[in-house]
């Protein structure tokens, strides 16, 4: 099946650094790829929508310049965490649908803010 | 806005018994719907997914329900085993849209 690559698996950084977490279709094009955020014993809250060659769509209460979306060839896309804080720690996904609308994960990045 | 929510959030059940996670969904435009399974500290793994022209699906040792007069997904899983133990989410796509899911449902299972 499908393959999508999520990179870093795991990453700490202080607070106020910035860290980009990238998300790769290995044996397929995507262009549309999806951003989710995922809380301890929660579930997977969409953040925006990565289109190929044009601007992200952020969900309501997503910031836009916090959370910047980049999908600059049709195998990638990259979510960079901007000045994170604490409260930004969580799990990113990120996952990318395939022809008859079934949709491949990453493995997830935890993120962790100190 | 539209959601789609579990009935129960725990499940505890029997190595070898049969599993069954419930799943309702309130937009009656989806017309896709997927059960993934999600070990701790790992993406989303598709189990099986059924569109909304059937009402039945089976794969290896999981079965899928959909009604959708009720709008209530289920998905049953034979003779349980210790490896099943993670969460379920059921999640739902209408047309083109990005799937939303549900609160999940963790499965337990006792040897």
């Known amino acids: 099946g499908a393959v999508v690559s999520q990179h870093p698996s795991w990453v700490i950084c202080k607070s106020g650094t910035s860290v980009k977490i990238e998300c790769r279709s290995l044996d397929f094009q995507a262009t549309t790829m999806f951003w989710y955020r995922q809380f301890p014993k929660q579930s997977l809250m969409l953040m925006a929508t990565?289109?190929?060659?044009?601007?992200?769509?952020?969900e309501q209460g997503v910031e836009k310049d916090k959370f910047l979306i980049n999908h600059a060839s049709l195998t990638l896309s990259t979510l960079t965490v901007t000045s994170a804080h604490p409260e930004d720690s969580s799990f990113y996904i990120c996952?990318?649908?395939?022809?008859?609308?079934?949709?491949?994960f990453g493995q997830g990045t935890r993120l962790t803010v100190v | 806005g539209e959601s789609v929510g579990l009935h129960l959030p725990t499940l505890s059940v029997q190595e070898g018994d049969n599993s069954i996670i419930n799943c309702a969904y309130s937009?009656?435009?989806?017309?896709?719907f997927i059960w993934y399974k999600q070990e701790s500290g790992k993406g989303p793994q598709f189990i099986i997914d059924?569109?909304?022209?059937?009402d039945k699906r089976q794969g290896q040792r999981v079965t899928v329900l959909l009604n959708k007069t009720v709008k209530h997904l289920s998905l049953q899983i034979a003779a349980t085993q210790p490896g099943d133990s993670a969460v379920y989410f059921c999640?739902?796509?209408?047309?083109?849209?990005?799937?939303?899911f549900g609160k999940g449902t963790r499965l337990s299972v006792i040897a």
């Open positions: 990565s289109n190929e060659g044009s601007k992200a769509t952020y």
């Open positions: 059924i569109r909304s022209n059937m």
């Open positions: 937009n009656s435009a989806s017309d896709y």
């Open positions: 996952s990318a649908p395939v022809t008859g609308g079934e949709a491949f």
């Open positions: 999640a739902e796509m209408a047309g083109n849209t990005p799937l939303v």
